[in-house]
C-alpha cells in the first residue's frame, strides 16, 4: 500500500502490452499513492511549500522564546536547532534514496515506518502520531488566526464589540473551504503569497532590530529583572 517496485511496475506494462492490453495502475497502489505520483508540481512548488509550512509558525513563536535566553543563549539554541534539523533531513534523505534503490519508493511516513520497522509501526504508531500532529496544529492555527483577525480589528475600530469566538469561527471557515483543496498543488498560489508575506515579515523584523540597535535606549522582556536587560 503505497510503496512502488518501479522494476516490478515497467516489466508488468511490458507484458500487458504484448498482450495488447491496456496498462494500468498496480494494484498494490492505493488512491493516496497514485495521486502523488500524478502530482505535476515542480522542484519550484516544492521549494515555496516546504518554506512556508516551516517558517511561518517559526517566525511566530522562536523570536520570543529565543529572546528569553537573551543575545548569546538564543544564538546559541538556533545555531543548534538548526544542526539537528540539518541532520535529521540529511538520514531522512539517505534512508528515501535507499530504499528506492531496493525498489520501494516512499511516499509516506506511514510506508516508511511499515517498510523499515514493520505494518504494525507504520498503522498503529505513525498514523496516529501523524493525526494527532495535524489536529494539534489546525486547532492551534485557528486560534492563533482568530486572534490576529480580533487584534487587527481592535487597531482599526478600538471600540468595536465584536468577541474572539466570532474571529475564530471566520478564521476556521475559510480554514475548512481550503481544507477542500485536493493536494498542496492547488494551494501553490495560496503558498507563494504566504511565502512572500514571511520574506517580507523577516525583512521588516531586520530592519527593524538594526534601527533599534542604533539607538541608545535600552530594552527588556516582560518580567524579566533588571540585570538581564540588553540592548536591542
Request: positive net charge; proline residues 5%.
Amino acid at each position: 500500500m503505497g510503496t512502488v517496485a518501479p522494476n516490478l511496475m515497467e516489466a508488468s506494462a511490458g507484458e500487458q502490452k504484448q498482450k495488447g492490453a491496456v496498462a494500468g495502475p498496480p494494484k498494490e497502489l492505493d488512491a493516496g499513492a497514485l495521486f502523488v505520483l500524478k502530482s505535476k508540481g515542480s522542484w519550484l512548488h516544492v521549494g515555496y511549500h516546504l518554506t512556508t509550512s516551516i517558517v511561518a509558525p517559526v517566525l511566530l513563536s522562536l523570536p520570543f522564546a529565543m529572546a528569553l535566553l537573551g543575545w548569546v543563549g538564543g544564538v546559541i539554541c538556533v545555531a543548534l536547532a538548526g544542526l539537528v534539523t540539518f541532520y535529521s533531513y540529511n538520514l531522512m534523505s539517505l534512508v528515501l534514496e535507499h530504499q528506492e534503490k531496493l525498489g520501494h519508493r516512499q511516499l509516506r511516513f506511514r510506508d516508511m515506518a511499515r517498510d523499515i520497522l514493520g505494518p504494525a509501526w507504520g498503522k498503529y504508531f505513525v498514523g496516529p502520531l501523524q493525526f494527532f500532529i495535524c489536529y494539534g496544529a489546525v486547532i492551534t492555527c485557528t486560534l492563533l488566526g482568530g486572534q490576529s483577525l480580533k487584534f487587527i480589528y481592535l487597531l482599526s475600530n478600538p471600540d468595536g464589540t465584536m468577541k474572539l469566538y466570532q474571529f475564530i469561527i471566520m478564521f476556521g471557515g475559510v480554514t475548512l473551504f481550503l481544507a477542500q483543496m485536493p493536494s498542496f498543488h492547488s494551494l501553490r498560489h495560496i503558498n507563494l503569497v504566504s511565502l512572500i508575506l514571511c520574506l517580507a515579515y523577516s525583512s521588516c523584523v531586520t530592519a527593524g532590530c538594526i534601527y533599534i540597535g542604533h539607538t541608545n535606549n535600552h530594552y527588556r522582556n516582560a518580567g524579566q529583572k533588571p540585570p538581564f536587560h540588553y540592548r536591542a
